[in-house]
Nanobody, 122 residues
Framework: QVQLVESGGGAVQPGGSLTLSCEAS?????????WGWYRQVPGKQRESVAS???????DYSGSVQGRFVVSRDDAKKRLSLRMTNLEPEDTAVYYC???????????????WGQGTQVTVSS
């Protein structure tokens, strides 16, 4: 069974930086088609923050463009999110998402991590 485990969340002051990591483990992973970071605050829908595709293409939400950088290392089955110049509005639970192909079925499934809290406050 594939699992995604996030790490790196915490509390930081406005203007500070954090790096989140997500590692995929378990199962027989053949390939990772899509990686993404999402975030959610209480009472609101989960929103996409950053996406990474096998082609090397990356997408960012407008609110984090220029401040966040997503990177993937498929050999290590790891996705990172470097967050800089953090703002109080970035406070949320951040979730890792991946679409992963596994053996022996060769089918793809969608997986979510358990989430990691990021709090930006003075």
């Amino acid at each position: 069974q594939v699992q995604l485990v996030e790490s790196g969340g915490g509390a930081v002051q406005p203007g500070g930086s954090l790096t989140l990591s997500c590692e995929a483990s378990g199962g027989s992973i053949l390939g990772i088609n899509f990686w993404g970071w999402y975030r959610q605050v209480p009472g609101k829908q989960r929103e996409s923050v950053a996406s990474s595709y096998p082609s090397g293409r990356t997408d960012y939400s407008g609110s984090v463009q220029g401040r966040f950088v997503v990177s993937r290392d498929d050999a290590k089955k790891r996705l990172s999110l470097r967050m800089t110049n953090l703002e109080p509005e970035d406070t949320a639970v951040y979730y890792c998402n991946a679409v992963i192909a596994t053996r022996p079925s060769l089918t793809t499934s969608n997986y979510w991590g358990q989430g990691t809290q990021v709090t930006v406050s003075s």
